[in-house]
Structures are given as structure tokens and as C-alpha cells.
């Protein structure tokens, strides 16, 4: 889990800078609309799409954008028909990473995963290669001033999430993905405010990273995955220390 909290940090970094939020309100738009094609437009009855409506906002998207594009999944307007890829593969060091896609096109997108991928010492896999060693969850993460360990722990079980652990100054609550809206309602409703929810994939294992080259690698590769437009999440499996995290940042 390490890994991917210190990743979920940077990429929250990454979405409040104003040059990215183009970019990010794309991604939501896509999600918004294959959500509402596959499960109807009405969000007390889509899981997913009502999901997607939190990430909306929690990305300051506007409403009109937000029902453009669920107006566009079911049919009220026209639009572009997306299809859902996975593509697996690996890092430096063996690290395994999971790229999920929203794309018109393939065999464009294909190509450009995998030059990606080439270009930061990586390589892309077969269908299946890594996907085995995530476990699909809802995750939601909250600084620790917020609230108390005990506390928060009894509201998040009680609501029906699995676990909560610690890393660094959040704590990370796991959640069956069906519940994950239930678990963040119920602490909203106790005034405990979220850094993050999302459904996510979590690997079950982690690899160490300890030396700045790969790790500057590693980096490189999961950001240019990020911004490659047709991209909608990356998943990997890395620990990179802080002290490197820090070095690299500086």
C-alpha cells in the first residue's frame, strides 16, 4: 500500500496545479460517460457514476460540464463511443504497473503506452501478467488532525469498510468497492472531512526502491503514463523511501 499512498500524494499535488486541470476534468468527463452509458444516467442507481460525480467535484469540474457528459453517455447528446482498455506491464526493477484507458483508437494508444514505457527502462506485458497481484478496493484517506484513530476506526467499520492503517500522516481506510460511497457518507455525515475516495487497485506486495536512478525512473515513467491523454489511472507496486522522495523532489 505504501506505494501507492506516496503516488496518490503526488498525483493529488498534480491535480490542484491550475495547467493540469484541463487535462483532469477530460479524464472525469470520459469516466462520467461511460459510467452513465453502462449503468444509465441517474446516479442513486449507478455506483460508478455517482463515483464519478464525487470526483467531479472534488475537482471544482462544473456542473454543466458534468451533465454534458452524462447527457453524452446516455444518448441526450451526441458523442465519442470509448472503448476500456487494461494494459499491464513493468517497471525498473520488476516494479508491476496496471494502466487503465479510455481511447477511440487502439492501436494509437497501444503504441504510444508502449513507447512510454520503452523510454523509461520499462516494458509492457501480456494480458494478466501483473494484474493478479492487485486487489480492487475503495480508498479513502484522511489526515490524522482531522479525527482520532479509535474514532475514526468505529465510524469507518461500522459503515462497512474492511481495514484502516496508517502511513506517514494519513490514514488509508479499505473498502469493498460497492461500499466506499456508504464508508465516505457516513463520515461526512460525522464531519470528518476526506483527502481522497476513489476505488482503486491496491497491490497486495511492494517493491523497494532505495537508490535515486530508478527511483527518478520510476517517477518518470508513472508521470508520462499520467499525462498520456487516454490514460485514466496508473497502478503500481513500488516503496519509494522519503528520503529519496524528498532528494527528488528538491
Avoid at 472503448?83 to 487502439?106: L, S
Avoid at 475503495?138 to 479525527?147: A, P, W
Avoid at 475514526?152 to 460511497?181: K, N, Q, W
Amino acid at each position: 500500500m505504501a506505494g501507492h499512498s506516496k503516488w496518490a500524494g503526488i498525483k493529488h499535488k498534480k491535480a490542484i496545479v491550475d495547467a493540469k486541470r484541463g487535462k483532469v476534468f477530460t479524464k472525469v468527463a470520459k469516466e462520467l460517460t461511460v459510467a452513465a452509458k453502462l449503468g444509465g444516467g441517474d446516479p442513486a442507481m449507478n455506483p460508478r457514476l455517482r463515483t464519478a460525480i464525487a470526483k467531479g467535484k472534488s475537482v471544482n469540474m462544473p456542473n454543466d460540464n458534468i451533465e454534458r457528459a452524462i447527457q453524452k453517455g446516455t444518448g441526450e447528446l451526441p458523442g465519442v463511443v470509448y472503448d476500456e482498455i487494461t494494459y499491464e506491464g513493468y517497471g525498473v526493477g520488476g516494479v508491476a504497473v496496471m494502466v487503465e484507458i479510455m481511447t477511440d483508437n487502439k492501436n494509437r494508444t497501444v503504441a504510444e503506452i508502449r513507447t512510454i514505457f520503452a523510454k523509461a527502462g520499462g516494458q509492457m506485458g501480456e494480458n494478466g501478467c501483473v494484474a493478479w497481484m492487485f486487489n480492487k478496493k475503495g480508498l479513502i484517506i484522511v489526515d490524522k488532525e482531522t479525527i482520532g484513530e479509535d474514532e475514526l476506526l468505529e465510524i469507518a467499520l461500522d459503515a462497512g469498510a474492511e481495514d484502516m492503517s496508517t502511513e506517514g500522516d494519513v490514514y488509508e481506510i479499505t473498502t469493498p468497492p460497492e461500499a466506499l460511497e456508504d464508508v465516505k457518507a457516513a463520515m461526512e455525515a460525522k464531519n470528518v472531512k476526506t483527502e481522497n475516495a476513489e476505488v482503486t487497485m491496491i497491490p497486495q506486495n511492494t517493491i523497494k526502491i532505495e537508490a535515486e536512478d530508478p527511483a527518478k525512473k520510476m517517477l518518470r515513467l508513472m508521470e508520462n503514463l499520467e499525462d498520456q491523454d487516454d490514460v485514466q489511472n496508473v497502478y503500481a507496486n513500488y516503496d519509494i523511501p522519503d528520503e529519496i522522495l524528498e532528494k527528488l523532489e528538491s
